[in-house]
């Protein structure tokens, strides 16, 4: 690790305390609150994977799935936002120096979400972009939004490039959408994964990417060859493992007092305990080596080659998405281990609980991804739109 990453991994631990005393605010409001915002800025963590030329870290991904897992165990929904916004910013590599500058400089953050519908229509200099778009991390603090949509001409008829389907990532101010507050959910609450809607808004083409083209990417640094996917991959799979660690050691420290009702020991004292912790450690601690290992090959080799091949994004999706499994697999293990304990809301326990199932019931928790994995180890065609 260098001694930037070192740095930046320094910051996030400062940070961590402050986080979780935010918590309950986070919570309560579903949203990160202002300072805590503030204070994000301030340590540069929406800049984490942004390039050197425009302020950033362009920080290696074991190091930046280490600050998500650090930053989740104080609070998963922070970790989710940085996640999920630094993600986005990688975009940053594929637009005209003046247009990066413009939309990422001073604080600039960018945030988007998956359509529901979405059209953009081409027209001289740029397009007119209507469409909804859901799961919206951070966009409550996001000064740019971003939609995805299928181009198409004036007449209607779609814009073909390569033989197929045109489709464009548009970059437009905030301000020109309807964000709806429709996060109304389990867990993962102060994310702000709200739905927002945009209504023939024009994006000059130069606000525009095909996201993930390597004939659109203009900075040609190690992490730029890394998809989204990738990161997000990841760095989720780092959120999810800043939740199980912190709820494994809160049951720790809980089964060195507690006696369960019925007993005359304490549940430490329990050869069923002893041998699950045991078993929650190994499986926690094996996959977190195997992903933080796994990316730290994948980087040295992208370092030597300057490229990226499937192989090794079929890797990264493959760790990650192990990680992620084992980690609510521990978590599961804490809570029920915990008994009624974990059941009140004065214990971090339920919290933590439901912020982990509701990431294992987004995309990043599928089990189709094993599927995928499998069908490329078996020299089958995968689906690469994930990997």
Known sequence: ?????????????????????????????????????????????????LPRT????????????????????????????????????????????????????????????????????????????SGSFNFASGSRHA???????????????????????ERRTLLFPATNARIDDVWHVIGMRGTGSDSFTVEDVFVPHEHSIARDDPAERRVQAPLYCFPQSSLYASGFAGVAMGIARTMLDDFLALARDKTPRGYSRTLRESAVTQ???????????????????????????????????????VRIRLAASH????????????YHAAGATAVFTSQAFERRFRDIHTIAQQLQGRDDHFENVGK??????????FL
């Open 1 to 49: 690790m260098s001694d930037e990453s070192r740095a930046e991994l320094l910051r996030a631990r400062e940070l961590a305390p402050k986080i979780a005393a935010a918590a309950d605010q986070i919570e309560r409001e579903r949203r990160l609150p202002a300072p805590l915002v503030e204070m994000l800025h301030e340590g540069g963590f929406f800049r984490l994977l």
């Open 54 to 129: 425009l302020g950033g870290a362009e920080l290696d991904p074991p190091t930046f799935v280490q600050i998500t897992e650090t930053l989740a165990a104080a609070d998963a929904s922070t970790a989710w936002v940085v996640c999920q916004t630094t993600g986005c910013s990688m975009v940053s590599a594929y637009l005209a120096p003046h247009v990066a500058r413009a939309i990422f400089g001073d604080g600039g953050v960018l945030a988007w979400g998956p359509p529901s519908t979405s059209r953009a229509v081409a027209v001289d200099g740029g397009y007119r972009l």
């Open 143 to 165: 000064t740019w939004l971003g939609g995805q949509a299928p181009i198409v001409e004036a007449d209607g008829t779609p814009r073909r490039s390569h033989g197929v389907a």
């Open 275 to 313: 041998s699950r912790v045991a078993q929650a450690e190994a499986r926690l601690g094996s996959a977190r080596v195997y992903l933080l290992s796994t990316l730290e090959e994948v980087w040295r080799a992208v370092g030597r080659t300057g490229t990226l091949g499937l192989d090794q994004r």
């Open 323 to 334: 990680a992620l499994a084992q980690s609510r697999e521990v978590a599961d293990f804490a």
């Open 376 to 385: 490329f180890l078996l020299d089958l065609s995968p689906d690469t739109t």
